[in-house]
């Protein structure tokens, strides 16, 4: 039984400008969600997990969202709690030199996960919950030692841009995945359950992605496994998931963690009843 998740993959591949002009010349990691920025909420939950090994895969464009964890011995004493919370995680990077889907992206970190079950966290989104989504399904990972992925529902005008999964239903909340499906047209499936961008997984995986070359995502690699034989089970975990896609999607997730997490949500709370 595997007791412990120390290993966490972030892909930093994204190359759509739905957030333009925000992104121009920061990084969509690097931007404010509340009190951090969006990618430190990412290593935040994997960190919250257990996870003390967190590998970024990524661009030459983007290597400034491997700084902010960067040198953190050297940062004044009065960041204390930031220095406290970091200064134990390794923190490295792959860089990535041409656009390709997930799936390659990911199998560039198979030599960093050593055989050892990982984590994968896409920043798309970001999780609130009284316990961290990557805990949750690592907790029925620990029991089954198969892939889980983490679910979530979404809303009928969103599933034709959703990676949509059919299930069969063991238990609350618990899921077998039978196939995932890329975009689906709404008016063809029934189900409401997606991918929400985390993933628990072993090193079988990059079997399967080193089979499907550049031009894969990791859902297809899930899909082959699947189509094998294989096992891969969903969670939904307890909590919400906030999208980071576009402008609007981006702030709302901001405008939510300002107002319900942020250390001066008061003062902002009562700045908006002012001009609102």
């Known amino acids: 039984m595997t007791k412990k998740l120390q290993k966490a993959v972030i892909p930093v591949i994204d190359t759509e400008d739905n957030l333009f002009p925000f992104t121009r010349c920061v990084p969509r990691e690097l931007l404010p969600i509340g009190d951090f920025p969006l990618i430190q909420h990412i290593a935040d939950e994997a960190i919250d997990s ?16 491997v700084d902010h964890f960067k ?3 050297k940062i004044s004493d009065k960041k204390e709690d930031f220095k406290k919370r970091y200064l134990p995680i390794s923190f490295s990077y792959l860089l990535q030199k041409k656009k390709s889907k997930d799936g390659y992206t990911i199998l560039k970190a198979e030599k960093k996960m050593e055989g050892e079950p990982f984590a994968v966290s896409f920043p798309g989104t970001v999780f609130h919950g009284s316990k961290s989504s990557l805990s949750q399904i690592f907790n ?3 029991t089954s030692e198969k892939p889980v992925v983490a679910l979530k529902e979404v809303k009928e005008d969103e599933v034709a841009h959703s990676l949509i999964v059919d299930t069969e239903k063991i ?6 995945i039978k196939k995932i499906h890329d975009s689906p047209d709404p008016s063809k499936t029934s189900s409401r359950l997606a991918l929400a961008g985390r993933f628990i997984l072993t090193s079988l995986v990059f079997d399967y992605l080193r089979k499907m070359g550049e031009d894969k995502n990791l859902s297809d690699a899930l899909n082959s496994m699947i189509g094998s034989g294989k096992i891969v089970y969903g969670h939904h975990p307890d909590g919400s998931w906030f999208d980071c896609y576009d402008i609007p999607s981006y702030l709302k997730t901001n405008s939510f963690f300002m107002l319900e997490k942020s250390r001066f949500s008061n003062s902002l709370k009562n700045y908006f009843k002012e001009i609102v």
């Open 140 to 142: 029925i990972f620990r």
């Open 71 to 73: 040198d953190i011995n």
């Open 50 to 65: 257990g996870v003390t090994e967190i590998v970024f895969v990524l661009f030459s464009s983007n290597k400034m969202i």
């Open 171 to 176: 238990a609350n909340r618990f899921y077998k």
